[in-house]
Structures are given as C-alpha cells and as structure tokens.
C-alpha cells in the first residue's frame, strides 16, 4: 500500500500539488471524481451469507478511523470538489456516535458544498435513527433487502429479523425521507422471488435495484451456485411486463428501467456482464482509512498514515490528489468456478 508516496516522479509531484493542479479531483482517463462512499465500520448486526462469513473477525478499534479522522478525509475530498457522500459499512447504524458524524458533514450541505449526503443500511436500526437522519438534510436512502420471506431472510442474514427491517423502511417514509430497496440476485435463494419484491417495493413507492454477486472476500459459500446473472433476469421480467429505458443517472452504475405494469423503477447493477468502468465517477474510504479507487483491483492508498503522522490538510489533500490520479482504467471480475475471489477484501470493508 502506498502512504504519501515521496518517491514519485518530480514533474507528476508538482502537476498534482502546484499551481497547475487541477481544481477538482480529474483521473488520467480524464473522468472527474464527485461521489465518495465511506465506510465507517467493518461491524454489522447481520452476517449475509454473501457478504461474511459466519465467525468473521472484526478489526481492533485502533485500526478504525475515529469519527473526527472521518470527518476530516470526507471533508478534504468535499473540498476537492466531490458533491455527493455515501456513508456504508458494515453496518453504518451500528457505529457508535454516527449521528454525531451524520451532524458535522451536514455542514457540507448547509454551504451547498456536498449536494447529497447519503447512506446504504441493513435497516434493522432505522425505525431509531431516521428521524435524526432527516433532520441533518438525509434525503435518500438505501436499505438492502433480498427476501419477503421471514425465514429465508434469517437463513440468509444468520439471524435477522425482517419485521425490523420493514419496520425501519416505513419509519424512513414516515420521516420523509425516499428509500431505495436494493436486492442481491441469488439463483438458488431468491430468483422466483424477484418479481414479487418488486410488486411489494413499487407498491409502496420505492425503487428498487438489483444486484448481482460480486467475488469480493472469502465467505463460507461457492458464490458460483449463487450467481444469477441480471441479464437472465431481465429477459425473464421481459416476458410478462414492459420495460423500457429511462436516461435516470443516479451517479452510480446502474441502468434504470421503468415497468410499466407496476410504475415503478428499477435498475439493474452488473458489475460482471457490463463493463461500466469508462463513467465511473466513484472512490471508496474503508473505515481503516484505505482509499480504493476501484473496487474490483487490489490498489490501496493509506490516508490514515497521512493523518496518524500529523500530516497537514495540504499533506492530505495531495495524498488524494495521487491515489486518484493513478484510479485503474477498468476492473476484471470473474466468476470462475473454484477460482479464488477477485479481490480478497470483503464488501463489509470496503463498503458497498
Ligand atoms: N450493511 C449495509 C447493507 O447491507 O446495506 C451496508 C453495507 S453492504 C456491504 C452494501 C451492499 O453490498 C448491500 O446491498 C449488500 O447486499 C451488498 N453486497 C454485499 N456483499 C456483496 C457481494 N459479494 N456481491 C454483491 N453485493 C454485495
Ligand atoms: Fe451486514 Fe450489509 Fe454485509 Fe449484510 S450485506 S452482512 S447487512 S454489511
């Protein structure tokens, strides 16, 4: 992993850091970096059978960025230019004193700075913490959901409970803010089950998004039994509704339709059958301070090193300036049967 790495050639060291520095944060592919996710813990209440694995080992407190060092680099790259934050874990309701997170960075909203601060959850703790969400300017959220069925739903989180989970989805509503479902496609767990979850999210005014599985991270399972591919999926729903196109960007890389039976929308994220690497906008901080500007290769750069060796906010800002600078062209995911996971840290890490 590379800290503020000095070793750098001069001339690149001083077109990234000097006068002619460009003011927001341009790769070498010439795409401009506006959205940031942060993981602000590795811990979750739920163990998915896709995400973890059963008896996962969490990280010692002291490698997790506190609050005010994750303040400080979501703060840096807002000052880079990036307009929207989405704060993801683990489990970002788990952390304690997110709230008090959640009320600093809406400063950013306040100056008009950051246009979106944001969050994807499990859900099972919204029910206590979406009121305070939309009091500090959360508009929109996403809550994950793969199943309507209790028991499935247990068996595929280990232990949750979905009566929360709902429960969490109408306190959001209540609070006013819009909810985004997000499903993980699975072939064996919830395949027949994906027109249903999309009746239930479209009836009650929710988009929804799927997922397909990517390899990130050994868990217990072959996620080659699991993978389901969204093209398959969509030729299915193709047979019994209409979909068409719709040109909605929500700054990610999914591809939105909207049913016409239902009313609603839905996208499709398919990290393994579409390449959407060429408009990719996106970086992602681990809650140990590693920014990954892509989430299919194995490039890391330790931001958390710049701050824990008392390094100024120029020393930060540059740190960023390089890592994104050197974001890959493109990823290579693959499923192959047996074959170990593309990147072996897990999604909990890096953040979703
Ligand atoms: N705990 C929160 C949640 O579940 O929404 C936030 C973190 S979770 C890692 C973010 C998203 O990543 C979830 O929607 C989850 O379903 C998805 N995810 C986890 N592991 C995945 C995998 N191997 N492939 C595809 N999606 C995955
Ligand atoms: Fe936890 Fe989210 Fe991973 Fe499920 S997908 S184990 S809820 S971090």
Redesign the pocket.
């Known amino acids: 992993m590379t800290p503020y790495d000095t070793s750098l050639p001069q001339a690149r060291r001083a077109r990234l850091s000097g006068a002619e520095a460009p003011t927001g944060l341009v790769d070498s592919f010439g795409r401009t970096v506006t959205y940031l996710r942060v993981?602000v813990t590795d811990r979750?209440d739920?163990r998915?059978v896709?995400?973890?694995s059963e008896h996962m080992r969490f990280l010692p407190k002291a490698e997790v960025l506190t609050l005010e060092e994750l303040d400080r680099i979501a703060s840096a790259f807002v000052g880079l230019g990036v307009r929207k934050l989405r704060l993801?874990?683990?489990?970002?309701l788990v952390r304690k004193g997110l709230m008090t997170l959640v009320e600093r960075l809406s400063r950013h909203l306040k100056s008009g700075a950051l246009e979106e601060l944001t969050?994807?959850?499990?859900?099972t703790r919204l029910a206590e913490f979406a009121p305070e969400l939309a009091r500090h300017g959360v508009r929109r959220i996403?809550?994950?959901l793969?199943t309507l069925k209790p028991d499935l739903f247990a068996r595929l989180t280990r232990g949750g409970d979905l009566g929360k989970v709902i429960g969490g989805i109408e306190a959001a509503q209540g609070s006013g803010l819009k909810v985004k479902l997000?499903?993980?496609a699975l072939a064996r767990d919830n395949a027949a089950e994906i027109p249903d979850l999309i009746k239930w999210a479209h009836g009650r005014g929710l988009d929804m998004t799927l997922?397909?599985?990517?390899?990130?991270?050994e868990?217990d399972e072959d996620?080659t039994d699991q993978f389901l591919s969204l093209a398959k999926v969509r030729a299915d729903l193709e047979s019994y509704w209409t979909l068409r196109d719709i040109p909605l960007t929500t700054g990610g890389p999914a591809r939105y339709v909207e049913v016409a039976e239902t009313g609603g929308r839905l996208g499709f994220?398919t990290?393994l059958t579409h390449n959407f690497c060429e408009a990719c906008n996106r970086v992602r901080l681990t809650c140990t301070g590693t920014l990954h500007t892509c989430l299919g290769r194995e490039d890391a750069s330790d931001l958390r090193a710049v701050l824990r060796a008392g390094g100024s906010d120029e020393d930060l800002t540059a740190a960023i300036r390089l890592a994104v600078d050197a974001k890959p062209q493109g990823h290579d995911f693959q499923i192959d049967r047996g074959a170990a996971p593309a990147v072996s840290r897990?999604?909990?890490t890096?953040?979703?």
């Open positions: 993981s979750c739920l998915c896709y995400c973890m993801t874990g683990g489990e970002p969050l994807t959850t499990n859900g996403n809550v994950s793969d997000n499903a993980v997922i397909e599985t990517m390899p990130l991270g868990i996620r994220i990290p897990h999604m909990s890096t953040g979703g």
